[in-house]
């Protein structure tokens, strides 16, 4: 299927939030996720299920002032 993440358009087989992450290769910690301009907690992310064309905003965290 393909969704967006930070407006590019990917095509995964992922189901869940906690599997795209995955298949992204993002790192476990330090980033955040919304789903249709909605945070989604870390703790949701394996339920959270994925369909066609939604629209994915991974944040990542950053040191500094």
Do not use: F
């Amino acid at each position: 299927m393909k969704v967006w993440v930070n407006n590019k358009e990917v095509e995964t087989a992922a189901v869940s939030l906690a599997s795209l992450v995955e298949d992204l290769s993002l790192p476990a910690q330090g980033i955040a996720v919304a789903v249709e301009n909605r945070m989604v907690p870390r703790t949701q992310w394996a339920d959270y299920a994925l369909s066609e064309g939604m629209r994915v905003v991974v944040v990542k965290a950053a040191c500094g002032g």
